[in-house]
């Protein structure tokens, strides 16, 4: 296992590598491209983080992104740009602490709800400020960030996460987290402080979320609450997440790639008709993958391996 | 009846918990000392498994004390108590469908304080799986289980932090004859090893077999305790438990 997890390891390290000369290339679209697949990448993992062994289905993911997008657009031409960073990652986990504390006793649909809805208080409240105290509708974001800068912190940033991940599923919290994802009642009784459990990796997914936005927002001159707090980004990430697989940590990658590639060539080549496509293939997903790509990929090798650990898919 | 000497496990005293105009425990109290086993019997709705949740942290009582090794955890959150050696299974089965044998039993001791070593942990759940009779299963995914390795798992898992007192809801109903003889002689062993338990139970065999004394419950309130045999016999409690007829199970 350990000889496993190492070449793993090595190889995840040569990808990293090699995905950092993309800027190299010198072709603009394919820089984009890549900027939106690490994206939703890093966002539908740190969704996973929280959501995929809780099972606690968040659409906060817009809120979190937005606040991190708003941090840089109000405070990257004052302060210098890791400072900005660091203030946008500690808004956003205090927001999501705070959050998480009032509502993570909130179960099933209620919490879908509530999250649902603080997207929209935040937008709503950013609105507000703007309009009443600063007097603007949007802000130009003028930082001297380059699209391959944009690139390479967002790779630094996928890094991270993959490596917080694994390091959490190893962990004492980690494995918390899955028994309460079983049965919460029973994860009490074991022991567990679960509001802490949940808050803390709530936290620590939501931060990456800011991160996100924060990093992405130099990529548009210009901002306005409606485009950073754009309530797509949370179902979008929600999608490909569950079309991954989010039970696994390398589950969501593996919905944000083919996902992002698929809104590129469908909204360029049926721009009128794109969303309706999009439901169609949606459907198709959740009826023929309940447990996404990942949970294809192991009940393939199970079957290959002979393995008699035959998991219902549930 | 005997009551030995120094601060009972568990101590129950003027307990109270209404839902809405219902009061479904009533000024309760009993007391359970070290190493024995109190059967806590009544009918259906007589208020046995609210009271198990007051005790356990899943609701909290309305009024009243109870004290486990003299500590007052009225009120206190689920996990604090089980932190304090308090463990309980459920009325309903409840394993962690989606991990292995293994796993179910480490979510018992992985939470304790202080934190055990990884390999006397180990060595600690290859023993446990041992004890319920459910070595060489340790990889198989507890989906998988029939019902009474369901009930062994569910068992395992809550010795695994070597509890001070045990709560058992109805941990033998549903079992087949052969099987009740295993889950009893498996529920002595425990007591062998001086765990203090508190059984809610309907098997009346299992009650005599194993309860050194009973409270008996009713409409929320205790309405008869002491010696097993004296109990089962008391006629307030064959009216109330058995509406008149007298206990042939």
């Given at each position: ?75 990257g ?66 930082v001297d ?11 630094a ?67 306005e609450p ?67 790509v ?21 | ?53 007051l ?16 500590r ?43 934190h ?65 003889m ?68």
């Amino acid at each position: 296992m350990n000889a496993r997890a190492a070449g793993l390891g090595v190889l995840a390290l040569a990808a990293l590598v090699l995905l950092a000369f993309v800027p190299r290339l010198g072709n603009a679209y394919y820089l984009a491209l890549a900027i939106s697949l690490l994206q939703y990448t890093v966002l539908a993992t740190a969704w996973g983080m929280f959501s995929g062994p809780t099972r606690y289905v968040s659409l906060a993911t817009t809120a979190f992104f937005g606040i991190g997008a708003y941090t840089v657009a109000v405070l990257g031409e004052i302060l210098p740009w890791p400072l900005v960073l660091l203030i946008a990652a500690a808004l956003g986990a205090f927001v999501a602490a705070i959050v998480g504390l009032s509502t993570l006793r909130l179960s099933g649909v209620y919490f879908v709800i509530f999250t649902f809805g603080l997207t929209e208080l935040i937008r709503q409240l950013v609105v507000w400020f703007e309009v009443n105290k600063s007097r603007v509708l949007g802000r130009y974001v003028f930082v001297d960030i380059t699209q391959a800068d944009i690139y390479w912190q967002l790779l630094a940033l996928t890094a991270a996460v993959f490596l917080l991940g694994w390091l959490i599923a190893r962990s004492r919290l980690g494995f918390a987290l899955r028994v309460i994802g079983e049965d919460e009642t029973v994860a009490k009784h074991c022991g567990i402080n679960t509001t802490f459990a949940k808050v803390a990796l709530f936290t620590i997914s939501a931060t990456v979320m800011t991160l996100v936005g924060a990093i992405m927002a130099p990529r548009w001159t210009y901002i306005e609450p409606s485009i950073a707090f754009n309530s797509m980004i949370s179902f979008q990430v929600l999608i490909m997440a569950l079309l991954g697989g989010a039970h696994r940590l390398w589950g969501p990658v593996l919905g944000a790639v083919p996902l992002t590639l698929l809104f590129e060539l469908l909204s360029a080549r049926f721009p009128n008709t794109f969303t309706i496509i999009l439901g169609c293939i949606f459907l198709l997903i959740v009826y023929m993958l309940p447990r996404g790509v990942a949970g294809l990929f192991e009940k393939l090798s199970a079957t290959a391996g002979g393995k008699a650990t035959g998991r219902v898919a549930a | 009846m005997s009551r030995e000497n120094g601060t009972p496990v568990l101590e129950v005293a003027g307990l109270r918990r209404a839902f809405g105009g219902l009061v479904a425990v009533n000024d309760l109290g009993f007391a359970v000392a070290q190493g024995e086993i109190m059967g806590l019997l009544g009918p259906n709705g007589s208020g046995k498994t609210t009271a198990l949740n007051l005790m356990s942290g899943v609701l909290r009582p309305d009024a009243g004390t109870v004290r486990l090794m003299g500590r007052d955890i009225a009120g206190l959150a689920s996990y604090r108590i089980a932190r304090l050696g308090l463990a309980r299974t459920f009325q309903l089965v409840r394993v962690l469908d989606g991990m292995d044998c293994r796993e179910n039993i480490k979510a018992g001791l992985a939470f304790q304080k202080p934190h055990l070593p990884a390999t006397e942990a180990e060595v600690r759940i290859d023993t446990l799986l041992d004890r319920v009779g459910l070595a060489g299963h340790d990889r198989r995914p507890a989906a998988d289980l029939t019902y009474i390795d369901r009930k062994r798992l569910e068992l395992a898992r809550a010795l695994a932090a070597k509890p001070r007192l045990l709560l058992l809801d109805e941990w033998l109903a549903g079992l087949n004859p052969s099987e009740l003889m295993i889950g009893i002689d498996l529920i002595r062993s425990l007591k062998a090893d001086g765990i203090t338990i508190v059984l809610v139970e309907h098997v009346m065999n299992a009650v005599r077999a194993l309860c050194d004394r009973c409270v008996v419950m009713s409409s929320g309130r205790k309405i008869a305790e002491g010696a097993t045999a004296d109990v089962l016999s008391d006629a307030a409690v064959v009216k109330a438990y058995l509406g008149g007829v007298a206990a042939d199970a």
